[in-house]
């Protein structure tokens, strides 16, 4: 389960789960995921970068931002967190269109993180549209890489 993240994707149920093992203790994957000093500078897959135009990290807070695609493309994102455990749990739906729901697990693994993400999508065509035309696995497998590179450094520092 360590090394490198494979989404897994479960048409059936309009959704897409990771689990992996991070090399950081909880405290710090946390600390990544809730902090927009941090988020921008991991979040997104390969190749990206993001632009946080306000994270207001809370139950109830808007977390909205742009990802800039390798080929200049810009890619506006809303999501509203409606559930935060610290450190343990994150939910919050994406109101951008593919529409989904996400529950983020931060679980201790001894000195280690293991972190579950699940996203459900509204609907059949959207999570067809997000595996299908946007690549959302791929795209999903190299976020968590690169979270997992980021806390890492992080924990080492």
């Known amino acids: ?9 479960d048409p059936a149920a309009k959704k897409l789960s990771i689990t992996r093992v ?11 995921w809730a902090s927009p000093e941090h988020i921008g500078l991991w979040w997104g897959p390969d190749g990206f970068t993001t632009t946080i135009q306000k994270m207001d990290f809370r139950e109830g807070g808007e977390w909205i ?3 800039h695609g390798p080929d200049g493309t810009d ?3 809303r ?23 996400v529950e983020v697990r931060f679980n201790k ?3 280690k993180t293991r972190l579950e993400m699940v996203m459900k999508y509204e609907s059949q065509e959207q ?22 590179d980021y806390v890492q450094e992080m924990a080492n520092n």
Do not use: C
């Open 1 to 9: 389960m360590s090394g490198r993240s494979k989404a897994v994707s």
């Open 22 to 32: 991070l090399n950081a203790p909880r405290e710090v994957v946390w600390q990544a």
């Open 65 to 67: 931002f742009i990802m």
């Open 75 to 77: 890619y506006h994102n």
């Open 79 to 101: 999501i509203e967190f409606s559930r935060i455990v610290q450190p343990r749990l994150i939910t919050y739906t994406h109101f951008v269109i593919p529409l989904f729901f």
């Open 109 to 111: 693994h001894g000195e």
């Open 127 to 148: 999570y067809e549209d997000a595996v299908d035309r946007i690549g959302i696995i791929p795209g999903l497998e190299q976020t968590i890489g690169r979270l997992a």
